[in-house]
Nanobody, 127 residues
Framework: QVQLVESGGGLVQAGGSLRLSCAAS????????MGWFRQAPGKEREFVAA????????SYTDSVKGRFTISKDNAKNAVYLQMNSLKPEDTAVYYC????????????????????WGQGTQVTVSS
């Protein structure tokens, strides 16, 4: 069992930046593709960004392209989400997720495919 812990959320003004981090509780021999999702009040959880185990492949939802960057550090068992030019509509609880994969370049973008989830971190963007 892998536990994921997010950090880095907070309150920021529109146009500002935040960097979210997600750390896995322990190293395993498995390869993990990682992703970030978010859930705004009254809305369903949605995909934000994903990265392959190798880090060579990434995917973003259209609304964050050019503003958010996902990255990972396998040595630290960590994945990051750099969020720039934040907008009030980015306000949500952000979750990281991990999925065991065999293909190191595989990117996973659907919620149902992920095996492990963090508890979430709140991001609030004021106008």
């Amino acid at each position: 069992q892998v536990q994921l812990v997010e950090s880095g959320g907070g309150l920021v003004q529109a146009g500002g930046s935040l960097r979210l981090s997600c750390a896995a509780s322990r190293r395993t021999s498995n390869n993990y593709a990682m992703g970030w999702f978010r859930q705004a009040p009254g809305k369903e959880r949605e995909f934000v960004a994903a990265i392959s185990w190798s880090g060579s492949s990434t995917s973003y939802t259209d609304s964050v392209k050019g503003r958010f960057t996902i990255s990972k550090d396998n040595a630290k068992n960590a994945v990051y989400l750099q969020m720039n030019s934040l907008k009030p509509e980015d306000t949500a609880v952000y979750y990281c997720a991990a999925r065991v994969v065999r293909r190191i370049a595989q990117v996973v973008t659907t919620e149902e495919e992920y095996d492990y989830w963090g508890q979430g971190t709140q991001v609030t963007v004021s106008s």
